[in-house]
């Protein structure tokens, strides 16, 4: 790259913090790329250290940069406290090179579109274990009826039967008024930026953490930064304090159940220990909630953060685990005044909450067989998890690997002990040997990971999964 400082009336760090953002958006620099040292950069440019100095100063505290120390300056590979309304991110995030360097989902929805390789990428359920919601019998002009008097938070037979449910899973009372029906989780959360948050505002979230793929926050302009998830479930603590008090956070977003990627169920102690401290800083949460239906037959009856603390919870629900994501059905409980200010947002934006779906998921809520398909599909998921458990036993027992088994869910996270840290361009090994899995470096998480998504796999695919996975690893160990 040939360095060269504008001309101009500004300062010349002004300049200088230009050219390297337009270098970003033309592609000049990349993600990863390493920046000349401060002295010699002074004296190609023509100017003081100082001013080099400062331009990498103001460019890390905005994430653009980062120092690491005894190897210098890099332009940042994450989206950890990027504040993307800082530079003009349209061209940077469109080719997503920020969290995906490499391309790697690029290539893996091109195998995905071609239907090659195992898919273990995708966590859904395949349509044979898909629940299947009676739709009532009812004419077009009573639809159209029901569509011109739907409320705009939600149509009020689903709310009643939400109600029903959302009762004994918080362990409260929840009126009609407190729930907002929306088109899945994503939107739940679209809306809370839109709603709650502003431009250049802080959120925490769990590291690694499937919020941390979300482009919606970025799309916002707020910065995202990770509280390091344990193994047994847990959040750091101390950091979330730093983190609150050096970025004034607003919000944090936890996934304490099955939590995605990891499959790890945040135990009783660490969600008091999270809502104690979340109440002394006055620090809403935000709880994603997606495998609420399953728990009780998968035998997880740890209580909900909403069901600890009431008052500064935002929790968010969605039976697009159960139906696929063709129907996307969500909710969020929350206080009635913000319910109605979020729910006139979205009447703003895009008029509303189609009847179609709210028709399905109340149907499929009012089922009175609903709990016997959650038992069987639980009884499924179990003996798929236990024989791919049984089949990847031998990698764990060589240490090539090490996993946990989730409690509920069907997301598996593996450790790969391979010697060295992997690159993201080294993941694209799994791609080309059709195992289409997701990196850690996707969720945020710069560690030796993957994520494998069984709910589709048959018995015979999962044989097929092990030997793959087998001969990727030693294909990257011999690198």
Not at 298 to 304: D, I, Q, T, Y
Request: aromatic share 8%; net charge positive; hydrophobic share 45%.
């Amino acid at each position: 790259m040939h360095w060269q400082l504008p001309t101009g009336s500004q300062p010349a760090y002004l300049r200088l913090i230009n050219f390297i953002r337009h270098s970003l958006e033309i592609g000049a620099l990349l993600p990863g790329q390493q920046l000349p040292p401060e002295r010699q950069l002074a004296a190609t440019l023509a100017v003081s250290r100082s001013t080099v100095r400062r331009t990498f100063d103001e460019l890390v505290s905005q994430g653009i940069l980062v120092r690491k120390v005894g190897s210098g300056t890099w332009v940042n590979t994450e989206k950890w406290g990027v504040l993307p309304n800082s530079i003009n991110w349209q061209s940077y995030l469109t080719a997503d090179r920020l969290a995906d360097p490499t391309q790697y989902m690029a290539q893996l929805q091109v195998l995905l579109d071609q239907k090659k390789g195992l898919n273990l990428a995708q966590a859904t359920l395949p349509a044979a274990l898909l629940a299947k919601s009676p739709l009532p019998a009812m004419t077009w002009q009573t639809v159209l009826t029901q569509e011109a008097h739907l409320a705009i938070s939600g149509a009020p037979k689903l709310k009643k039967q939400l109600q029903s449910f959302l009762g004994q899973h918080l362990r409260q009372n929840v009126v009609t008024s407190q729930i907002l029906i929306t088109s899945g989780a994503q939107q739940a959360f679209f809306l809370i930026t839109q709603g709650l948050l502003a431009a250049g505002d802080a959120i925490a979230v769990e590291q690694p953490s499937y919020f941390y793929q979300l482009g919606l926050f970025q799309a916002a302009g707020i910065r995202i930064f990770g509280v390091p998830l344990r193994s047994d479930g847990s959040l750091d603590l101390a950091v979330l304090r730093q983190l609150y008090y050096q970025h004034h956070v607003r919000f944090i977003f936890v996934n304490p159940i099955g939590q995605n990627p990891t499959g790890c169920t945040m135990p009783l102690s660490a969600r008091q220990a999270l809502i104690q401290l979340c109440a002394e800083l006055k620090l809403p949460i935000v709880e994603d909630d997606p495998l609420a239906l399953l728990q009780r037959a998968a035998n997880v009856l740890v209580p909900p953060l909403k069901a600890l603390d009431p008052e500064n919870v935002l929790y968010v629900g969605t039976l697009s685990t159960l139906t696929g994501p063709n129907t996307r059905i969500g909710w969020l409980v929350a206080p009635s005044q913000i319910v109605q200010r979020l729910a006139d947002i979205r009447q703003q934006l895009d008029s509303g909450l189609s009847i179609f779906p709210q028709l399905v998921a109340t149907g499929l809520l009012a089922d009175p067989d609903l709990t016997v398909y959650l038992q069987q599909l639980q009884q499924q998921l179990k003996q798929k998890k236990e024989q791919l458990q049984r089949l990847l036993l031998p990698l764990q027992q060589q240490h090539k690997i090490s996993f946990q088994l989730p409690q509920i869910g069907y997301n598996l996270w593996l450790k790969l002990h391979i010697g060295r840290q992997l690159t993201p361009s080294d993941y694209t090994v799994f791609l080309k040997n059709g195992l289409l899995v997701l990196p850690g470096f996707l969720f945020g998480l710069q560690e030796n990971t993957i994520r494998v998504s069984f709910a589709q796999l048959t018995p015979e695919q999962a044989v097929v999964l092990v030997q793959r996975l087998t001969k990727c690893l030693t294909l990257l160990a011999d690198d």
